[in-house]
């Protein structure tokens, strides 16, 4: 990934489209911007979308923002629109079992890297909220809470979390006393409590230190496969990921 193209500035009041016109002046169309949802979440997968928006009214998606600044009932709205206005749009799963198996960053990463191949549109440029993704043969800015200043990544942000927000909620079924319809994996109290009560489930991910310590509480034995300690091996401590995402 790479900055900004030499001499070209976006204005801080620019607005939600600011950074796709600055990029369209000198060139570079389309634009994709990408976004995952869940790589907080201890249970459950990871999801991630890419979306090219058009260029012009087309492209102004009515209610686009942060989908975690959107209640449920606006992601879906902007959801329809998202897919009904864009160039081309792409969703990515990737299965709990697999973040285990990579680790969480290289999931993320990875995760980014095929709803990008997955678009039906090359594009020209790439815009990615807050990890950048190499190795996508063109140029690319990782930008810091980039869905709250870019339309093609909140709309990708929309489109990943509703994504995964009907998964937990169909998971929800085959699992109701974890209540993953109302916290869709993410840690609040209700879930720590199911996970000291119950232990975790077939959907938790073992590399979460909370997952792992209530597993080893639950059963008497170490969760093989995992060093002890925050840090090891890629494990997460709960306690430093971003809450909702």
């Known amino acids: 990934m790479t900055a900004l193209p030499r001499g070209l500035t976006v204005r801080k009041d620019a607005g939600l489209y600011g950074y796709e016109r600055a990029l369209r002046r000198v060139g570079l169309d389309p634009v994709a911007g990408v976004d995952e949802a ?61 973040c285990d198996r990579l680790g969480m960053h290289v999931a993320n990463v990875e995760a980014l890297r095929r709803s990008l191949a997955r678009l039906d549109v090359r594009p020209s440029y790439v ?75 077939a959907i938790h991910r073992r590399r979460f230190v909370n997952v792992r310590r209530a597993s080893e509480a639950f059963t008497g034995e170490p969760v093989p496969g995992y060093a002890d300690g925050v840090g090891d091996n890629g494990d997460v401590d709960v306690d430093r990921v971003e809450a909702g995402r």
Do not use: N
């Open 127 to 201: 815009l990615t909220d807050g990890f950048p993704v190499d190795g996508l043969e063109v140029p690319g800015l990782a930008m810091w809470k980039g869905d709250r200043v870019s339309a093609c990544i909140a709309a990708a942000s929309v489109i990943a979390k509703v994504t995964r927000d009907r998964i937990m909620t169909r998971l929800h079924e085959d699992y109701p006393e974890y209540d993953f319809g109302t916290h869709k994996g993410y840690i609040t109290p209700e879930h720590t409590a199911a996970l000291t009560q119950h232990g975790p489930c």
């Open 38 to 98: 869940g790589r907080g979440a201890c249970a459950g997968p990871l999801v991630a979308a890419a979306v090219v928006l058009p260029d012009g009214k087309r492209g102004q998606v009515p209610g686009l923002a942060d989908s975690k600044l959107l209640t449920a009932a606006a992601r879906e709205r902007a959801y329809v629109e998202v897919q009904r206005r864009a160039l081309a749009w792409s969703v990515v799963v990737v299965e709990h079992d697999e």
